[in-house]
């Protein structure tokens, strides 16, 4: 499917799917968008943790890993990082993407390069502290581990590209994933997808969303 590379508000890139009719980030800003939503209303509330067991459905372009692995470095957090993406981006794509120049950390160029090339379906340890697995393979098809995640990252493409992903089943399977007390944030906040979390088990908090958005969910399960 073809992809074209998409400058956002912020300066920051993203991918436009034209098959789809969907951006991989907000348009007013991919970097924002990924440090509102996922660093600083889901990260940041595990802080005071020695270790973090992160699931994302919906790697993409990297930028979300490539954020908390920055945040790990800083603080010293352990972090192993599950993700899926059923349909990886190819070097071409990645080699175009700018988020070296905007995080201006040492070496993001090298690092979301290694996220992108670590082999699949086993764990790879980046760096001592830092431990990435990922697998290609739908939410719907994957298994999960009961009680195992602290935090999780909803990042596919909406309900309208993608409705399959956003189903009370896949919730339900996240949920029972998640240990007590975890939390799963996402950039969508329409009212089905809030409802369904909440029937699901989660409690769940509309927040303030990035620039361009008015609301974002994080669910907490108690």
Not at 81 to 102: G, Q, T, V
Not at 114 to 139: A, P, Q, Y
Not at 154 to 183: C, H
Request: glycine share 8%.
């Amino acid at each position: 499917m073809e992809k074209r590379i998409h400058i956002t508000g912020d300066g920051s890139y993203t991918i436009f799917v034209p098959g789809l009719d969907e951006f991989y980030h907000s348009v007013k800003g991919a970097y924002s968008e990924s440090m509102h939503v996922f660093i600083n209303l889901g990260f940041k509330k595990f802080t005071d943790y020695k270790s973090i067991n992160i699931f994302e459905v919906g790697f993409g372009t990297g930028l979300n890993c490539l954020l908390t692995f920055i945040e790990s470095e800083n603080q010293g957090i352990e972090i192993f990082y599950d993700a899926l993406e059923p349909f990886p981006l190819n070097s071409n794509i990645i080699s175009k993407l700018n988020y070296s120049s905007i995080t201006d950390y040492p070496d993001s160029e090298k690092w979301l390069k290694s996220f992108h090339e670590s082999g699949t379906g086993k764990w790879i340890d980046l760096d001592e502290r830092f431990s990435l697995r990922k697998n290609i393979v739908k939410i719907e098809d994957v298994r999960l581990a009961a009680a195992n995640y602290d935090l999780v990252y909803y990042d596919a493409f909406g309900p309208k590209a993608q409705p399959e992903m956003w189903t009370r089943d896949n919730f339900l399977k996240i949920f029972d994933s998640m240990k007590q007390n975890g939390v799963l944030v996402t950039y969508c906040s329409k009212g089905q997808v809030r409802r369904d979390l909440q029937n699901t088990g989660f409690v769940v908090e509309r927040l303030s969303g990035p620039p361009g958005k008015r609301e974002v969910l994080r669910a907490v399960k108690k």
